[in-house]
């Protein structure tokens, strides 16, 4: 008997049945793949493109399962979708807005403790 390896090859680009619907496709590449995330009016561009977007939720699910370390994607910074994929710690509860970011809520202590913002923090240089 013959045994022959079968290689997958994985495409790390998007599918192409969601990216043609998607609103950033005719926007300037660099308000999505800038060279820093300290821009905050182009980052905020980026991220209200991405809000009128008819697929967005299709586009993060893409950049979280395949890991994605550049960009924006579905409205999210790289440093937003590493606080997505990490572990949640015991006790801290993890609030995902498609239209405000990411963010860790404390353990509540009496009336329910309100998220901490990821606002003002950015991607290192």
């Not at 979708?81 to 801290?92: D, F, S, T």
């Given at each position: 008997?013959?045994?022959?390896?079968?290689?997958?090859?994985?495409?790390?680009?998007?599918?192409?049945?969601?990216?043609?619907?998607?609103?950033?496709?005719?926007?300037?590449?660099?308000l999505f793949?800038?060279?820093t995330w300290e821009d905050l009016p182009r980052q905020d561009h980026a991220r209200r493109i991405c809000q009128a977007c008819p697929v967005q939720a299709a586009c993060l699910d893409w950049a979280l399962r395949t890991g994605e370390p550049?960009?924006?994607?579905?409205?999210?910074?790289?440093?937003e979708?590493?606080?997505?994929?990490?572990?949640?710690?015991?006790?801290?509860d993890v609030t995902?807005?498609?239209r405000g970011g990411v963010g860790v809520e404390a353990p509540a202590r009496g009336p329910r403790a309100a998220p901490a913002s990821l606002e003002g923090q950015h991607e290192p240089v």
């Open positions: 008997m013959t045994l022959h390896r079968i290689h997958q090859h994985h495409d790390a680009r998007p599918p192409r049945q969601w990216t043609a619907h998607a609103a950033c496709q005719d926007a300037d590449p660099g793949f800038p060279f550049e960009g924006m994607w579905g409205g999210t910074t790289p440093a979708r590493r606080l997505l994929r990490a572990p949640i710690p015991a006790g801290q995902v807005s498609l």
